[in-house]
Each structure stands twice: as structure tokens, then as C-alpha cells.
């Protein structure tokens, strides 16, 4: 299988781009060129767990195009499966990418199934220059995730270190999903992290209070002496 720092194949395929009679045509890598790339295969048309993953890269591919990438997705299925199963499924209908046909694309890529030669679900993240930047691959009964997708393609532009910094629920701000070790040190201090010396003092125990509200000058003679002799 390619991996990371390879150069994504050339490639020329028949691609279903709607679901009207004259909406299947050739795209090649000239197509995207000078753009980052995120490629997604999966098994098989007119199955259950793919058209989840092709909706929700549709419901994403604003904030894809956001970062001035563009989104292909694909099988080993042909262009007219392609075509029949958008027309048939709702939530396939309106899709703003293409599905090609990449018979020949996934056996170079490395991604069939090796019993039944289907595309298991790999994902590459290419770069304007056409070289793999990223690759998953899942079983194919596993979903991705696509917002995973998504901060790996903010961490990859960012070309800066990042760690895992998982994005709180509520903020929905457009920011990346991950920082640099410098940003994090920098929001850290703007939440206010408390100050070592603003601690709060451990609290005294009861024995002390006691003896404090009896007015003993030394909280000690509270305590009855204890006899050490033999």
C-alpha cells in the first residue's frame, strides 16, 4: 500500500459528478492540481455504512473547501453504479464531489480487500504537490470518522507541531482543531490557570480549631503529654 510521502498515482477515471443522463465524465489529476486532496474509497455501492460516510463528507465539504481542499470519493464499482445508487438513495442525491470508478486506482494505492478484491475504507490526504500527506485505513464494517479527517487536514496545512488537543464540544469557532505546543501554552495562561502561591491552604484540623477556641495561646497543649518512660 502507498503510504506517506509517495506520490499519489496518476490517474484517469470515469467519475459520476449528479444524477442526470450526461453526468458521468473523465477526471484526471490535472483536475485538482495545485490543491490539497482528500481521497475517500469504500467497499461497495447500494450498501448500509457508506452512504453514512459519503453524507457526512457532503455535509462537510464546505469546510473542505474552506481550507482549499477538494473531495473525491470512490470504489471498485463503476460509473453507472455510481450514478444508479445516487439516484435511488436521498442522502446521495445532491452530492458536491464526485465518486469515480477506480478499479484501477485502488489495486495501485494498494487498498483492495484480498479475498473479494473490494476498496477496504482508506483515506489519503494528498497535497497541492501531489504526494500523500496522511493515510487510514479501516475494516470495512468501520466508519470513519470525518471530522477526524478534518483536524488531520488542519494539522497537515498548519505545518506546525500538533498534539492531540481534542476541540471542547461548544466551540464552534472555526479555529483548528489541534495547536502547537506554544499556542496551547498561550491559552493556558489566557484561562487563568491558578498560581501556585493563590493555592488554597490546606484547611486546619479539628483538634487546632478546638484548641483555638478554647483560647490556648499553643494549640499543642491541647494535647495531653504523652508518658515515653519505660
Aim: hydrophobic share 40%; charged share 25%.
Amino acid at each position: 500500500m502507498l503510504t506517506v510521502g509517495d506520490a499519489f498515482p496518476h490517474y484517469s477515471v470515469q467519475a459520476c459528478v449528479g444524477t442526470g443522463k450526461d453526468d458521468v465524465k473523465v477526471l484526471t489529476n490535472a483536475d485538482y492540481a495545485g490543491r490539497w486532496v482528500v481521497y475517500f474509497f469504500y467497499p461497495k455501492d447500494f450498501t448500509f455504512v457508506c452512504p453514512t460516510e459519503i453524507a457526512e463528507f457532503n455535509r462537510q465539504v464546505k469546510a473542505f473547501g474552506e481550507r482549499d481542499a477538494s473531495v473525491v470519493g470512490g470504489s471498485t464499482d463503476n460509473e453507472y453504479s455510481h450514478l444508479a445508487w445516487r439516484r435511488s438513495h436521498p442522502d446521495l442525491t445532491n452530492l458536491a464531489f464526485p465518486l469515480i470508478a477506480a478499479q484501477k486506482l485502488s489495486a495501485e494505492l494498494g487498498i483492495l480487500e484480498k479475498t473479494e478484491a473490494y476498496c477496504l475504507r482508506a483515506t489519503f490526504i494528498v497535497d497541492p504537490h501531489g504526494v500523500i500527506q496522511w493515510v487510514d485505513v479501516n475494516q470495512g464494517r468501520v466508519g470513519r470518522n470525518v471530522a477526524e479527517v478534518l483536524r488531520v487536514l488542519d494539522a497537515l496545512q498548519s505545518d506546525e507541531l500538533c498534539p492531540c488537543k481534542p476541540q471542547a464540544a461548544n466551540d464552534r469557532r472555526p479555529a483548528r482543531l489541534c495547536m502547537s505546543f506554544v499556542e496551547q501554552e498561550q491559552n493556558d495562561a489566557e484561562a487563568g490557570a491558578p498560581d501556585a502561591s493563590s493555592e488554597a491552604k490546606p484547611a486546619e484540623s479539628d483538634d487546632l480549631s478546638e484548641a483555638s477556641d478554647a483560647g490556648l495561646a499553643d494549640p499543642s497543649e491541647a494535647r495531653p503529654p504523652v508518658d515515653l518512660s519505660p
